[in-house]
């Protein structure tokens, strides 16, 4: 679906997919220490330690330029992160998308250390989408962010996937789609 999808737009905006599943991590280094910090003491190579978070894995890749195999990042960090924390349904209306990252990034507002911000770069637009799955139980529904699902691109053409209203829309309901495919895959 992923390639269908690329398909569906001429393969004009070379549309980069990924799957980040959220695992609880004991003792890591990942996101960037801040200047002043009480605790810089107890950072490594410029990334402050936690002992105890979520981390957020990359376990599926497509497209043209993937992200290395030890990519991570933590709930707190980038858009992936904003959309894991702040999704309650896989729908288009909790996509949490965004331009120009690397403007973002320079002003230090996703969080990013130095090795992510290479890796993201290129990046001109973004859409994050929160896996959710839904448990019943006996007290009823519970709903639980698994992951995120990624869609990135390098074409600056790209940028009107989230500028016209009716383009977004349909961008966005098409990541919907695939979300829910990997959700019943999952089950």
């Keep these: ?6 398909e569906d737009y001429d393969g004009k905006f070379d549309l980069n997919f990924n799957i980040m599943l959220a695992e609880t991590r ?3 280094y990942i996101e960037p220490v801040k200047e002043n910090s009480a605790f810089s003491w107890l950072s ?4 402050k330690f936690s002992l105890y978070g979520k981390i957020l894995k990359v376990i599926w890749d497509h497209g043209s330029y ?3 195999p030890n990519f991570r990042m933590t709930i707190n960090q980038g858009l992936s992160g904003l ?3 702040e999704g309650n349904e896989t729908s288009w209306g909790n996509i949490k998308g965004g331009f120009s ?4 990034t320079e002003a230090d507002s996703t969080g990013l250390n130095d090795e992510q911000k290479k890796v993201t770069k290129d990046i001109v637009i973004a859409a994050s989408c ?5 448990d019943k139980d006996v007290n009823g529904i519970k709903k639980r962010v698994i992951g995120v699902l990624n869609v990135e691109s390098k074409s600056i053409a790209s940028e009107e996937l989230l500028l016209d209203a009716s383009k977004k829309h349909t961008f966005y309901e098409e ?6 495919i990997y959700l019943n895959l999952h089950l």
Excluded: D, W
Aim: glycine share 2%.
């Design 44 to 47: 490594r190579n410029g990334r």
């Design 66 to 68: 993937c992200k290395p």
């Design 101 to 104: 990252l690397q403007e973002t």
């Design 130 to 134: 929160p896996l959710v799955l839904t």
């Design 1 to 6: 679906m992923a390639a269908k999808i690329n």
């Design 83 to 85: 959309a894991f924390r």
């Design 175 to 180: 990541v919907v789609s695939l979300s829910r």
């Design 26 to 28: 004991f003792c890591y």
